[in-house]
């Protein structure tokens, strides 16, 4: 009797825990928009980033128009839009996405239908017109509607030349995800990465939209080859920072990759490569390294897997 009301307890509290974690999930996944503001921040002359929530924005202002770099989330559009007009009376005339997550693209379809004229990646179009699997168990999405896909793709390197400036769109294969780019100010000397480099936390591979590790280091290694020492790198999540901080992350992903193979060469499991913490070399200088290190470990583990064991994961 005593050990049926323990399992009734334990059920109890399993079911409780489920409830929280499905909160949770939803508190994280319906952010209150209505609360978010726009922080506007001038970086050079005639280039500003937007912070909102999601990834950060770009935008390059001057009599040709607005060029403006993502779309973060669909509610905040308004507000966005409210904010470039509090710097320029032009409209947006070109939004480029960086990669298709929804914190970059979610506010996609609002602009299109104003007739900003959306640019992105062959991959990322597909990705979004199609639907795109699950990030790291997180949930898949829906095929994005018409106005909301990019109306002009491309495959190699794409210039745009306005307001003084020559912006170039820089394609990074399979590094974040399969559709990458890199977007270049070179007068306002501004490098913006989308989120194959972030400024908090350890890198986020993400393998289901076709991201690798070795995508990932070639893409640091190219920016910091873009960059000259006062270059602003703008990354898609976290404050700017300069080719210096970048150079320390390819080199630290290196390290903690090295770190892992030889682990795996021993034949440890993912779970013992997780527990010996490859990254506590790093911990203390990476923001938000508590919250990202497991996730960075298991994809560099399953991307090593096939290599170091033969086998697929
Ligand atoms: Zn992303």
Redesign the pocket.
Known sequence: MKLHRTHIARAFLLVLAFFSVLATAYSQAQPDYSRVEIKTTKVADNFYTLEGQG?MIGILVGPDGVFMVDSQFAPLTGKIVAAVKQITGEPIRFMVNT?Q?P??TGGNENLGKMGVIIVGRDELRKRLAEGAPAVNGAGGRAPAPVAALPLITYEGKLTFHMDGEDVELIPIPRA??DGDTIVRFPKANVIMT??FYRSVGYP?I?RANGGTLSGTIEGLAHVVSLAAPDTKIIP?HGPTVSRVEVSACRDMVVDVRDRIAQLMRQGKSVADVIAAHPTAAYDAKVPQAADTSERFVTQVYAELKPVITGSGQ
């Open positions: 990834g990669h997550h914190d970059h974040h995800t989308g989120d986020n993400d898609g």
